[in-house]
C-alpha cells in the first residue's frame, strides 16, 4: 500500500499555489490599505489556551480538537482557530504596551477533527484580522468593511453579511434565565449536546443543527430583543456605520456563533451556492478574553475567512481566479552548439539579475518545441538565439502577440525588455 495524505488533507500544487499566492498578496494589500501588521503564532500550543479561549461547551473544544502530550508530558494541541493565540500573543509581548489599537493580520493553517466533507477539511487555511484595545463600533465596522472589500474584489457574487448582537454578561444573564424557561418544558425533546448546553450556554442551542432542537427553538427569546442600552446602541452604530459605507446586511437575530468568546456583534458571510458549508467567513467582537486569558480588561474584534471556501465560492458561479502571467520573455536556442547554449544560458542569467523574469528549456527540445513552451507559458517576447546571431553578437527577438521579429544587438536586449515592462 502506498501512502497517501491524511484525511481531510490536501496537496496544493503549482497550478493551485499559483492562485494561493495571488490570493494571499491582494489581502496582504488591502490589509496593508488599511493598516493591519502581519502577527506570526505558533501552529500548537498549551491546550488550556483553547478551552479557555474558545470555550469548554464548544464542539472545537468537546470533540474536534488535535490534542497530543509531548515527550516533556505537556498537553499541546494543534491551533483549531487563531483568535486565542492572537490574544494570547498580545498579551505575553504586552502588545498593550504600544499604541492602541493593535490591528493585526494573520494567515495559515488551522486544525480540527471534523467530518471532511466539501468544503470542509481537518487541515485548512484561515485569513483573520483581530483589532485589541478598540471597545468602538467604528472597529467593528472596519473589520466587517476590510472582508467585504475582498470579497468584492475578487468579484464574489451572491454574499450576504449576517449581523447580530450576542450581548455582554449583563444581558445574556437575562436572556439566559429567559430562555432556560422557555426551553425548561422541552428539555427531555433536546439532543444531549444541548441538555448539556441547556445549564452551560443555553444561548448556543440556537446554533445546534439538529432540526428538532431548531424547531423547538424556532421561537425562543432572542438575544437580540433583550439587549442592555449599551450593547444595543453599540449595535446600532455598527449597523450604521455599515450603511454609511453601503454595506448590505442582514439582521440574523438566530446568528450567535460556535465559539464562546464573542460578545456584542457577531457576523458571518455565507455564500447561497457551496452547499452545506455556505459560511466563507465568521467574526465579532470578544470583549472578555484577553481578561478570561488573565490580561487586565481589553476589547477585542476581528474576524476569520476560509481560504479553501474562496475557491468553492468561486468555482460556484463559474469563475476561478485568475493569475496574469508574469513571464517577461522565453529564450529560444537552436540545439546542437555548446557556444550558443552558453550564450543564451549567460543571457538569461544576466536578464534574470536584472529582475526580469526569464524562462529557457531545460531538456534540449527542437527549436519547434521550444516555441511551443514558451506559449504555453504566455511568454510576451521570444528571445531567439542561434549561430548566425551569436556571430554577430545579437539576437532576434518575437512579439508572440503580432508575430514581428527584430534582429537586436545583445547589448541591448536587457533595456529593450525592460521597457516594455513599463
Ligand atoms: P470560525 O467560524 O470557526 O471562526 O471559522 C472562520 C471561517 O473558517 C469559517 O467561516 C470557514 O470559512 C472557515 N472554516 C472553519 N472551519 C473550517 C473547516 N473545517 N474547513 C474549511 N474551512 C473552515 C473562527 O475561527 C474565529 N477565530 C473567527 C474570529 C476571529 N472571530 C474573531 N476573530
Redesign the pocket.
Known amino acids: 500500500m502506498t501512502i497517501k495524505r491524511p484525511r481531510?488533507t490536501n496537496d496544493f500544487l503549482p497550478a493551485d499555489t499559483a492562485k494561493w499566492q495571488y490570493i494571499e498578496a491582494m489581502l496582504r494589500d488591502i490589509c496593508a490599505q488599511f493598516g493591519y501588521q502581519e502577527l506570526r503564532t505558533p501552529i500548537f500550543e498549551e491546550t488550556e489556551l483553547f478551552c479557555r479561549g474558545v470555550g469548554g461547551t464548544t464542539d472545537?473544544v468537546q470533540k474536534e480538537m488535535y490534542t497530543f502530550t509531548d515527550q516533556g508530558e505537556r498537553s499541546l494541541t494543534l491551533r483549531?482557530?487563531?483568535?486565542?493565540s492572537?490574544a494570547r500573543a498580545y498579551l505575553e509581548n504586552k502588545l498593550f504596551a504600544l499604541s492602541q489599537p493593535v490591528k493585526l493580520y494573520y494567515m495559515g493553517p488551522?486544525f480540527?477533527y471534523?467530518r471532511p466533507q466539501a468544503?470542509?477539511?481537518?487541515q485548512?487555511?484561515?485569513f483573520?484580522?483581530?483589532v485589541f484595545g478598540s471597545s468602538s463600533p467604528w472597529a467593528d465596522a472596519e473589520v466587517i468593511a476590510l472582508a467585504w472589500e475582498f470579497y468584492s474584489r475578487l468579484a464574489i457574487r451572491n454574499m450576504v453579511l449576517h449581523i447580530n448582537s450576542v450581548g455582554c454578561p449583563d444581558c445574556r444573564r437575562k436572556h439566559r434565565q429567559l430562555l432556560q424557561e422557555f426551553l425548561g418544558g422541552k428539555y427531555d425533546q433536546l439532543c444531549n449536546s444541548c441538555k448539556e448546553r441547556f445549564q452551560r450556554n443555553p444561548l448556543r442551542i440556537m446554533d445546534c443543527k439538529s432540526p428538532v432542537c431548531q424547531q423547538l427553538s424556532q421561537d425562543a427569546p432572542t438575544i437580540y430583543d433583550n439587549l442592555c442600552p449599551d450593547c444595543a446602541e453599540h449595535f446600532a452604530a455598527v449597523r450604521q456605520a455599515l450603511e454609511a459605507a453601503n454595506i448590505p446586511y442582514t439582521l440574523d437575530k438566530r446568528l450567535v456563533?460556535?465559539?464562546d468568546?464573542?460578545t456584542k456583534t457577531a457576523f458571518?458571510?455565507l455564500v447561497d451556492n457551496i452547499g452545506a458549508?455556505s459560511?466563507?467567513?465568521?467574526?465579532?467582537r470578544?470583549d472578555g478574553l484577553i481578561e478570561e486569558l488573565g490580561g487586565e480588561p481589553t476589547p477585542?474584534?476581528?474576524?476569520?475567512?476560509?481560504?479553501?471556501?474562496i475557491f468553492s465560492a468561486l468555482a460556484a458561479q463559474g469563475d476561478d481566479v485568475q493569475v496574469p502571467a508574469s513571464l517577461d520573455a522565453f529564450v529560444v536556442v537552436s540545439p546542437g552548439n555548446e557556444d550558443v547554449a552558453n550564450a543564451a544560458f549567460a543571457l538569461v542569467t544576466q536578464l534574470r539579475r536584472a529582475g526580469l523574469k526569464v524562462e529557457q528549456d531545460l531538456l534540449g527540445r527542437s527549436m519547434k518545441a521550444q516555441f511551443k513552451l514558451a506559449d504555453k507559458a504566455g511568454a510576451p517576447q521570444v528571445i531567439i538565439i542561434g549561430e548566425e546571431e551569436l556571430a554577430q553578437k545579437a539576437v532576434l527577438i518575437r512579439n508572440m502577440e503580432n508575430s514581428e521579429q527584430q534582429l537586436l544587438p545583445a547589448a541591448e536586449v536587457e533595456k529593450y525588455i525592460k521597457n516594455l515592462r513599463r
Open positions: 481531510g472545537i483549531p482557530e487563531n483568535t486565542a492572537a488551522m480540527r471534523e468544503g470542509r477539511f481537518r485548512f487555511h484561515q483573520g484580522v483581530e456563533r460556535g465559539l468568546y464573542y458571518e458571510i458549508q459560511a466563507i467567513c465568521g467574526g465579532g470578544y477585542g474584534v476581528g474576524f476569520a475567512l476560509g481560504m479553501e471556501r
